[in-house]
């Protein structure tokens, strides 16, 4: 259990300017840290290589690695590839993204989303967007799975089949993606979910589901045919969950700005259940423009995928995927994983 949290913008640190995890030649997103047995802290993050673009190259090309620092805000080194690609024959084959690492009794429980296609890789240079076939049916394929250890350095191990599928006529029937799990000291979860629905041939708006299980193992159960928020009022992505003495709280992308009052900004949100939730009074969580050491501000083109690191209950930093340029992901040429100290 960890504490509650009003006002994350207003106790946001600078960040170190060499801080987080970046690797030459790739694109990193999705950092998500732990500390290890040894430790130190470890950074579990998606990376593919520039060679595809941005965006949809992750969907045909994304692995999940382990990063190393001595400290939260990093550098981070690359240390291993963690979950690669292992064939198109397995539901998670093609494709590892979204990792999401934590820890439960002496396990450590690595979630992610994982994809797969029957299609050739893209050769070098060939130009590759969303109309292509490899994405379209990526996409897809796009569902919620858990990887286990004893250690933080493995070996994990892998499903053959996703913790999350899809269900027919639900608002989840497209894909299941971006995990957000709350897992409890007795091995049950609470786990919050990104998903689409299927509307004709194509996906619908993006929602957010919630699912039960008493167990980490599984199985996972969907107690609503309903996403948390109304797609039609709220639209919003990448959450992050936590337990509270009072329940639950989460924060999450706000993809229009309708909300925190800042478009990508992001936004606060608690519940006593899990399944009931409300915005924060002050609902705007973080902004796309930051402060760094040096005395700078820069406005991001992108700044998501936000996961916050407790420590003995308290939460001390925010971790964030972020992207240079104007906005847009096509538009970007550098990404990482950017850390910001959290003050008290």
């Known amino acids: 259990m960890s504490a509650t949290i009003e006002r994350l913008s207003e106790k946001l640190l ?5 801080g987080g995890f970046r690797m030459e030649g790739y694109w990193v997103w999705c950092g998500s840290v732990i500390k290890g047995e040894d430790g130190r802290f470890h950074m579990f993050a998606s990376r593919w290589p520039q060679t595809l673009p ?3 190259g992750w969907i045909m090309a994304s692995e999940i690695v382990r990063a190393v620092s001595d400290t939260p805000e990093g550098p981070y080194e690359f240390q291993e590839v963690v979950l690669s690609a292992r064939g198109a024959e397995y539901w998670d084959g093609r494709s590892t993204h979204n990792p999401h690492i934590t820890k439960c009794g002496d396990t450590y429980l690595l979630y992610y989303m994982g994809s797969t296609h029957p299609l050739p890789e893209p050769a070098p240079g060939e130009i590759v967007g969303l109309d292509d076939p490899r994405c379209i049916v990526g996409r897809a394929n796009k569902r919620v799975g858990l990887a286990t250890s004893k250690s933080v350095f493995g070996p994990w191990k892998r499903s053959d089949s996703p913790i999350l599928p899809t269900r027919p006529d639900k608002f989840d029937s497209f894909l299941t993606s971006n995990p957000a799990p709350c897992v409890h000291e007795d091995g049950s979860v609470l786990l919050v979910y990104k998903a689409r629905k299927y509307e004709g041939h194509v996906h619908g708006k993006m929602t957010i589901g ?3 299980a008493a167990h980490y193992e599984g199985p996972y159960v969907r107690n609503s045919d ?15 969950i936590w337990k509270t003495p009072n329940g639950y709280e989460l924060i999450a992308k706000d993809m229009e700005g309708t909300i925190c ?5 992001g936004v606060h ?6 399944q009931q939730w409300a915005f924060s009074e002050s609902p705007k969580a973080y902004s796309r423009t930051v402060a760094w050491e040096d005395g700078t501000v820069q406005t991001m083109g992108s700044l998501e995928r936000p996961f916050l690191l407790f420590q003995d209950g308290k939460p001390t930093h925010l971790f964030a995927a972020v992207a240079n340029g104007p906005g847009g992901f096509q538009q970007a040429t550098r990404t990482w994983n950017m850390c910001i100290p959290i003050g008290e």
Do not use: C
């Open 226 to 240: 309903e996403p948390l928020f109304s797609p039609e009022r709220f639209h919003i992505e990448d959450p992050f």
């Open 210 to 212: 919630v699912a039960k």
């Open 269 to 274: 949100a608690y519940s006593k259940d899990g």
């Open 261 to 265: 009052g800042e478009k990508h900004g």
């Open 14 to 18: 600078p960040a170190p300017v060499n």
């Open 54 to 56: 941005m965006h949809p």
